[in-house]
């Protein structure tokens, strides 16, 4: 069974910075593509980042690029992503999600998520 456990969100002033993580166990994590998503209150579930099996590959939605990374280390299991320039509008519960195949853009080609780990951007 496929265990997905996010960490490091928080509360930050706008122009200030997170790191986000997500440790992953219960399947060989090196074979799958990884994704964050995020979802604020009243709104869909949108796609913010995603990063290949190898880290070869990286996505990101028009909203985060140039400000957020996202990265991967085989060896710990672990994904993570970068938040720098934090707007207000980047304030949601933010998801991690495992890759069974498909668009990395779309939540549908994703079969395993984490809790969610909540980041509030104040102005």
């Known amino acids: 069974q496929v265990q997905l456990v996010e960490s490091g969100g928080g509360l930050v002033q706008a122009g200030g910075s997170l790191r986000l993580s997500c440790a992953a166990s219960?399947?060989?994590?090196?074979?799958?593509?990884m994704g964050w998503f995020r979802q604020a209150p009243g709104k869909e579930r949108e796609f913010v980042a995603a990063?290949?099996?190898?880290?070869?590959?990286?996505y990101y939605a028009d909203s985060v690029k140039g400000r957020f990374t996202i990265s991967r280390d085989n060896a710990k299991n672990t994904v993570s992503l970068q938040m720098n320039s934090l707007k207000p509008e980047d304030t949601a519960v933010y998801y991690c999600?495992?890759?069974?195949?498909?668009?990395?853009?779309?939540?549908?080609?994703?079969?395993?998520w984490g809790q969610g780990t909540q980041v509030t951007v104040s102005s």
């Open positions: 990063i290949s099996w190898t880290g070869g590959s990286t």
């Open positions: 999600a495992m890759k069974k195949g498909g668009s990395y853009y779309f939540a549908s080609a994703y079969d395993a």
């Open positions: 219960g399947r060989t994590f090196s074979s799958y593509g």
